[in-house]
């Protein structure tokens, strides 16, 4: 008796994953890098509260409007190149089963293979088949806009809720200084738990969102400062 072999993949969580991860990643660089910004220009405790909860919400709204877009955008050529398929293949049903074996011949295929392979594919799903193996569009990878919007509006405002409970839980005179710990550390966990999951190394995924979120951090804060005392 055979054994069925399972083979677990990440492909089909690309499209969630990556607006998820982006969407938490801004989250915490923005709001942190706005609550330092504001904190170090010497504002109160309350004022940088209410900064920080406006970012979120401009911040999460903004990321699931343009994440809907871009993705809405990508279904509509995927759902235009489909129905000027559907129309070739009513037109030249014979030249796409030319146009599909040349496909799997250019793959490896034997050209009598080919085609009997093309025939049976074509017999199940004719457009399917099509839209997999010439157009690259398949049920795994197909842009959902609203899932994506959803999962990036959702994370961002999760990412955000992170510093902004730090701000909340520590007085004015601790407040850089644990904000910015807090961030980093929040960070590093979502760069290698979103390395983990994608299959990627752990260490440099926590190491390269770290960086960076140090950096916007850095930069945003000196700029707090810098008005802060001017003003």
């Known amino acids: 008796m055979a054994v069925r072999h399972k083979e677990w993949h990440r492909t089909d969580r690309i499209g969630w994953l990556r607006a998820a991860v982006l969407g938490a990643n801004d989250g915490i660089v923005s709001t942190a890098s706005l609550v330092l910004g504001v904190a170090a220009a010497d504002a109160t405790h309350g004022n940088v509260m209410v900064a920080g909860i406006a970012g979120l919400v401009a911040g999460a709204m903004s990321m699931a409007a343009g994440e809907y877009v871009s993705v809405r955008s990508q279904a509509d ?5 489909l129905g000027l398929e559907r129309a070739e293949l009513e037109a030249d049903d014979p030249g796409e089963r030319r146009e599909l074996t040349a496909i799997y011949v250019g793959r490896g295929l034997d050209p009598a293979l ?14 399917g088949a099509h839209a997999r193996d010439e157009l690259g569009i398949s049920e795994t990878l197909r842009a959902r806009p609203i899932q994506a919007a959803s999962a990036s509006g959702a994370s961002f405002a999760v990412g955000a809720a992170m510093p902004l409970l730090a ?4 007085s004015e005179s601790g407040l850089i200084p644990v904000v910015s710990v807090t961030s980093l550390l929040f960070l590093a966990i979502l760069g290698g738990l979103a390395a983990r999951v994608g299959g990627a ?7 390269r969102v770290t960086f960076w979120g140090a950096l916007a951090m850095g930069l945003t804060a000196g700029v707090g400062a810098l008005f802060g005392a001017v003003a």
């Open 167 to 170: 701000v909340a839980m520590v």
């Open 114 to 127: 080919a085609k009997q392979v093309t025939e049976q594919l074509m017999a199940h799903d004719a457009l």
């Open 77 to 81: 050529s995927e759902q235009a190149a």
């Open 201 to 207: 190394s752990v260490t440099v995924g926590a190491m």
